[in-house]
């Protein structure tokens, strides 16, 4: 069974890295034979959202989907939100970040291990395409699972145990 891939991705004073970002990504979109979208959200930082503006005027990706928080709330939230905005229950969810570069083809071997992890162990979550068990206390930053409430769930326990527990007012860039 093929599942979706979400890749997520937040941005805060990311001007100087959003376009070569998004080239890098798009040329490796382009590998992918799975169904396949990416969220961006921008925090709160106009500078980016321009460049951003910009790029999308120059490029067209149905599979990039951009989202704008008004409020600075930090990588965290903004990840939950984006969490949120995934419309199927089932799917892998990958975080990047907008100032790394994809090696070529790295999603796409990323994904096959995933999957292939997935049918052999069906572990509750992949990290970096290791195994480990929702209990995991040492869990920093899952890149991959197959099931996205799971992932909000790290996500949320993370962020009330910081106190600082809130969510992003986002809003789609067009």
Not at 16 to 23: D, P
Not at 24 to 35: G, K, Q, V
Not at 87 to 106: G, I, N, Q, S
Not at 155 to 160: D, F, N
């Amino acid at each position: 069974m093929s599942y979706p891939l979400y890749i997520l991705t937040t941005a805060f004073h990311a001007e100087t890295y959003i376009a070569r970002y998004l080239k890098s990504l798009t040329n490796e979109l382009r590998f992918l034979t799975n169904e396949t979208h990416v969220y961006v959200a921008i925090d709160n930082c106009k500078k980016t959202l321009s460049e951003v503006l910009l790029w999308k005027r120059e490029n067209q990706n149905d599979q990039i989907t951009f989202f704008y928080s008004q409020k600075n709330v930090g990588t965290y939230t903004l990840k939950n939100s984006l969490l949120k905005q995934i419309p199927h229950e089932e799917c892998f969810v990958h975080f990047f970040d907008v100032d790394d570069l994809y090696v070529p083809k790295y999603l796409q071997a990323h994904y096959q291990s995933a999957e292939k992890l997935l049918l052999e162990h069906k572990p509750e979550f992949i990290l970096s395409s290791i195994l480990i068990s929702v209990d995991e206390s040492l869990l920093t930053r899952i890149c991959m699972s197959k099931n996205k409430m799971n992932i909000r769930k790290h996500i949320l326990e993370s962020l009330i145990s910081k106190q600082k527990y809130e969510e992003a007012l986002i809003f789609l860039i067009n």
